[in-house]
């Protein structure tokens, strides 16, 4: 018998024929299977002679089942390792399913009607789902069988709860008869596992993890648990609607349906389980509804699988339709609702093309839930996907261009459709309503003389466990006739009375965080509209609000559960309209009990959203407040990622990246504002919340950076574009941007953008387009709060000069050409073209630094002396004696006395000891409150004002509420400890300026 060797093509191999020029394509995660099945390729093809026909290697099997058994009844008589020989036939199968499926796939892309395509997706659907559940359901009972000799058939049913046609796992859920079986199951379940690991993929028991306590399989009593609490366990109730049998008792398989599944459904089990579940179900899809999504990067489980089958399986419940597969199911539903038949027929179409993507992107490129197109390692990979997908190349676009638009249009037609049952959904939750029959019945309800507060308190807790809160919260501040009266009845209540029914609620409403915050920011509301004190918490407001704190401090399982809501569930809007009727006090007191109770991630997030949200409505300086207008405005989905600083940053990217694929210039100037807006007040927030924006100079100036490259490129295009005379420039020639100023040396928070625009040759020509594409980077940059300054545009009438025009400038030195001459030494290259920028170096910056060095730095000494004359006013960090400026002043000079090549900073400070070493001691104690006083004014200018001329008690006020600048060392007495340190840095300023003075004669 001849065998395959490794090294021959699959093309020849005869088990495959000419399906190996596919299986050759698939992606490396498949080569185990390949190689399972070329090891054993001697054995499996004696087992195939040997069966007869019923386990043939070069065609399907007429019945999966009945080859399986046929392989592991040869395996047996001839004493061959069972699982070995076992495994490897279904993977030798599973290669050649997958490349049938392919090949038929193939035939048919040439196709170009899109209706052709989708019926073909259908049918590859349905075949491959169909086929593979046959294949797993026979490898996993002759695995059970041979691991557990003991369970028997009656013993036991095994579930398929997840997709299949994916091929990444295999989601199982394993009912057991009783104890006994649960033993011998966990007992050989791990030998399935590894069976199904080398062989087929791994197996995951999402169900019975989620039980009280997980096992490998649970009876149906553990099951029933589940119905417990139906709005807890979303993600596992959904894999058990969706449960397809592959194995095991048929009787247990009805009980499971009739004492669990059914109770799901309306009209048929429990309405309380029904209900829960829907309102759930409502609460993942408002987050999936929202757009998600980043240019270029497939996510066709995230952005399609999961919301579809989750409104799939929210309508089944509806209607009573107790098919598991979403397209089947769906075009039952069609028939059960034809008012939105269209609807549920647009959903399965696309559900059907995303399962078959899904299926090709990972057979093709990678076992992952995420594909980036753009990746030049799947390239190839990428382009077979979309040539069987039908989106072959084009001459004017790239097949990984064709398959986003194709992936594009599938979602969007989704996510459509999606919306369209979220709005059934949720219409049917307002019939359906525990709560509201049990208020539009008024049974419970008082009359017009009875107490609502008190009377709709004992309501809710005789049917705590029929109650929705977000209901209550929407029966109260959604029915203005209805608030009146239940605050006004608060209001009759004496102190006590009204502190325990405070308590009540609040432990009540303990269960739904977001429900809670929106109840609490309701009371503070009223009570502010009744007092005319808005921004000021009443007497009921703090009631109920110390009713929360002392909830929190006090149970540690009710800190968790409205921690986890807050974390998971509670939108940031919701907090931000809580910290808007709220002083910030309270809400800072809520975030250090939270804080100190336990240090975990999700801790850290909370309160990192709390303090975020006290800075955003409270604390935020002129400059902090516009930027968060213009991100609210713009990126509303800011507010939901506060907690998390990583995931802000991904929005500027996501933003940044939309951008990129705009092809309307003001559309993409806009864009890349909104980009930049993201990234300044992410940064603003975590200055702020760790009181270090020093931390932050790197970051954010590199996002300033980018913002002007790409700005300057989109204004570049746009300007090129409108007139064929300016066609011959091309972008990053013949012209230097340099930053200078603040952004020059670093430092974020800056007042303004200072920058030089150079050219190497005074061209007229060249400068006036170069001017027009400046003057529209200016124009956007000053929408964003980003105020550029270009002071060679007062000099040179220009927005751009030549590097000729600088040099004849600087050698004709008037009274200020010092300043100039400080703008040309701080000049940080970061846009352009770099031998322009070497020519303005070796030109413009040696003459500062040669020919002018002792006239340029006497100017600065003489600069200094004359500021002491005219102090200013008030506490100005940057003006003051020994503040920013003369330290700054003081730098340029040591730079040039000591010959060094940047900004001042630790490590180039030996350079300067080397040059004067007498002042080394003041030369540190320098950096040191240049740090501190940057600091200072930095915190200043984003939580109070944009201004260097701080009120220091304002600064005091701001850190009671803000915990992280109380530990940055802003306190009581911290005026006093600010006048000390000007004072001694003025001293120290002084003493290093007198021996430069002698230094240079």
């Known amino acids: 018998m001849t065998l395959p060797s490794e090294d021959l093509p699959l093309t020849f191999d005869p088990s495959f024929g000419k399906l190996g020029r596919e299986i050759a394509r698939f992606a490396n995660h498949t080569r185990r299977m390949l190689e399972s099945s070329r090891k054993h390729r001697g054995l499996l093809m004696e087992a195939s002679a040997w069966s007869q026909g019923a386990a043939p290697l070069d065609e399907a099997p007429e019945s999966p089942t009945a080859a399986m058994k046929a392989v592991d009844k040869y395996a047996r008589v001839h004493r061959v390792r069972q699982p070995m020989l076992v495994g490897a036939y279904f993977a030798h199968h599973h290669l050649r399913t997958q490349a049938e499926a392919s090949r038929e796939l193939l035939r048919n892309a040439f196709v170009r009607d899109v209706q052709h395509r989708i019926r073909t997706c259908h049918r590859i659907y349905e075949q491959q789902e169909a086929t593979r559940r046959e294949w797993v359901a026979a490898l996993l009972e002759l695995a059970l069988a041979t691991h557990a000799p003991e369970l028997t058939k009656r013993d036991y049913v095994a579930f398929n709860v997840g997709a299949l046609v994916d091929h990444e796992d295999v989601d199982l859920a394993i009912v057991v008869r009783n104890e006994d079986a649960r033993e011998a199951l966990t007992r050989g379940f791990a030998g399935v596992s590894k069976t199904f690991l080398r062989y087929a993929s791994k197996v995951q028991l999402y169900l019975t993890e989620d039980l009280a306590t997980p096992r490998v399989g649970a009876t149906i009593e553990e099951y029933e648990e589940l119905l417990r609490r139906p709005a807890r366990s979303i993600v596992s109730v959904m894999q058990l609607l969706g449960s397809q049998y592959l194995c095991g008792s048929r009787n247990l398989s009805r009980s499971l349906q009739d004492r669990v599944i059914q109770a799901y459904y309306q009209g048929e089990g429990q309405p309380m389980v029904h209900e829960a579940f829907l309102r759930s179900v409502m609460v993942e899809l408002r987050h999936y509804i929202l757009p998600n999504s980043k240019p270029g990067l497939l996510c066709p489980k995230r952005e399609i699988y999961v919301p579809a089958k989750l409104a799939t399986t929210a309508v089944r419940l509806v209607h009573g339709v107790h098919e598991a597969r979403p397209p089947h199911a769906l075009r039952m539903l069609a028939d059960k609702d034809p008012a939105l038949a269209d609807t549920y027929l647009a959903l399965s179409d696309a559900f059907a093309q995303n399962e078959v993507l899904r299926a090709l992107l990972f057979l093709y490129v990678s076992h992952g839930d995420e594909f980036d197109l753009a990746d030049p390692e799947v390239e190839s990979a990428t382009a077979r996907v979309a040539v069987l997908m039908g989106a072959m190349e084009s001459a004017r676009r790239t097949a990984a261009d064709r398959l986003n638009r194709m992936y594009g249009e599938i979602r969007a037609r989704a996510l459509r459709a999606v919306a369209t049952l979220s709005a059934k959904i949720d ?57 009146q009266r239940f605050f006004e009845d608060l209001l009759a209540l004496t102190e006590a009375e009204r502190q325990d029914v405070a308590r009540r609620y609040v432990t009540l409403m303990s269960d739904s965080a977001s429900a809670l915050v929106t109840f609490l920011a309701f009371i503070a509301q009223r009570e502010q509209e009744e007092s005319s004190r808005p921004g000021a918490a009443g007497p009921m407001a703090a009631a109920f609000w110390d009713a929360l704190t002392a909830l929190m401090a006090e149970d540690a399982e009710a800190r968790e559960r409205v921690v986890t809501r807050l974390d998971g569930e509670t939108t940031a809007d919701a907090m931000f309209g809580l910290a808007l009727a709220f002083p910030p006090w309270m809400l800072a007191r809520l975030a250090d009990l939270i804080e100190h109770s336990e240090d975990t991630l999700r801790i850290a997030r909370v309160v990192r959203a709390l303090r975020s949200v006290v800075i955003l409505a409270h604390h935020r300086s002129n400059y902090v407040g516009r930027v968060a207008q213009r991100v609210l405005a713009r990126t509303p989905e800011f507010l939901a990622r506060l907690g998390d600083s990583r995931r802000l940053k991904e929005l500027g990217t996501e933003v940044l990246s939309e951008a990129a ?76 941007v340099f930053a200078t100023g603040g952004y020059g040396r670093g430092e974020a928070f800056g007042a303004d953008f200072d920058y030089l625009a150079v050219v190497e040759e005074d061209d007229r020509g060249l400068k006036k387009f170069f001017g027009k594409v400046l003057q529209r980077v200016s124009a956007a940059m000053t929408r964003r709060g980003l105020h550029p300054h270009n002071r060679f545009t007062g000099q040179f009438n220009a927005y751009v000069v030549s590097v000729p025009e600088l040099v004849h400038h600087l050698l004709r030195r008037g009274e200020e050409t010092f300043i100039d001459e400080a703008e040309i030494l701080e000049a940080r290259f970061f846009l352009g073209d770099p031998a322009v920028a070497r020519a303005f170096h070796s030109q413009v910056r040696a003459l500062v630094t040669g020919v002018n060095a002792d006239e340029f730095v006497q100017a600065l000494l003489t600069e200094l002396r004359t500021r002491r004359e005219l102090p200013p006013r008030g506490m100005n960090l940057k003006e003051a004696p020994g503040g920013l400026r003369e330290i700054h002043l003081l730098w340029l000079a040591l730079r040039v006395v000591a010959q060094l090549p940047g900004p001042l900073t630790q490590e180039l400070l030996p350079g300067v000891a080397n040059v004067l070493p007498e002042c080394k001691g003041d030369l540190r104690f320098l950096m040191v409150a240049n740090a501190e006083l940057r600091r200072l004014r930095d915190i200043y200018r984003l939580v109070v004002a944009f201004d260097d001329t701080m009120d220091p008690e304002v600064l005091v006020a701001t850190a009671r509420d803000l915990r992280p600048l109380r530990e940055a060392g802003i306190h009581d007495g911290f005026q006093r400890e600010l006048e000390r340190l000007l004072a001694a840095s003025a001293l120290r300023v002084d003493r290093v300026a007198d021996h430069i003075q002698r230094r240079i004669g």
């Open 661 to 736: 694929q705009e092809h309307v210039p003001t559309e993409q100037i806009e864009l890349l504002g909104d980009s930049f807006d993201v990234s300044a007040l992410r940064g603003a927030l975590i200055a702020v919340l760790e009181g270090a924006p020093a931390d932050l100079d790197t970051e954010l100036t590199s996002a300033v950076d980018q913002y002007v490259r790409e700005l300057f490129k989109a204004c570049f295009r746009d300007v090129r574009d409108r007139s064929v005379m300016f066609e011959h420039y091309r972008p990053g020639s013949q012209v230097a």
């Open 427 to 483: 219409l049917h939750l307002s019939r359906v309503s525990t709560f509201r029959r049990l208020v539009e019945r008024e049974k419970e309800l008082p009359g017009e003389h009875e107490n609502l507060a008190l009377r709709l308190l004992a309501a809710l807790e005789r049917y705590r466990d029929s109650v929705f809160w977000d209901e209550v919260v929407d029966l109260l501040a959604g029915n203005p006739r209805n608030g």
